[in-house]
């Protein structure tokens, strides 16, 4: 009598919870495309390689199937590293990394969504409309009852007649 193999019935049950949760990313250079197709507000999150309050958020808050599902529905999600090196073209603009000293510099990008905080913190979570106007930002660290709070309010905003 053949039996199927363990790993196979772990997979089985495994992958889909994985997968159901799932939050779409999509880069700066891919927003203006989709956006003609389907126009919603961007949540774009400033982070940067060092940061570890960046990495509690996308370990845990943007990990959560509530604020994913919150995302993939009602928003598209661009993580943005401030310390990216490639070129990036938004609203017609090509922003460009700024180097600053040996291996260290900043994105355009970044820095013109930062430009007014001084210091710069990370991470910084800007919610932008369809015409990329931001319409809500917030910095530090953000826990997932207070993502759902942010994005339950935004959605809210877009449904009132």
């Not at 956006?35 to 390689?49: A, C, D, E």
């Not at 210091?119 to 917030?138: G, Q």
């Amino acid at each position: 009598m053949r039996t199927t193999p363990r790993w196979f019935l772990l997979a089985f049950f495994i992958v889909p919870l994985w997968h159901a949760a799932q939050l779409k990313e999509l880069s700066v250079n891919e927003l203006e495309t989709v956006q003609k197709h389907n126009p919603r507000n961007t949540v774009l999150f400033i982070h940067t390689s060092w940061c570890q309050y960046c990495k509690a958020m996308m370990k845990t808050t943007f990990r959560n199937k509530e604020v994913v599902k919150l995302l993939n529905e009602h928003f598209h999600f661009i993580p943005f590293n401030a310390e990216e090196r490639k070129d990036v073209v938004f609203r017609g603009k090509t922003y460009r990394f700024q180097p600053s000293g040996r291996n260290t510099g900043v994105h355009e990008l970044a820095q013109s969504f930062l430009e007014d905080k001084t210091p710069a913190s990370y991470p910084h979570l800007f919610i932008l409309n369809p015409a990329h106007e931001i319409i809500k930002e917030s910095n530090g660290f953000i826990s997932i009852a207070e993502m759902l709070r942010i994005l339950t309010e935004v959605t809210e905003l877009n449904n009132t007649p």
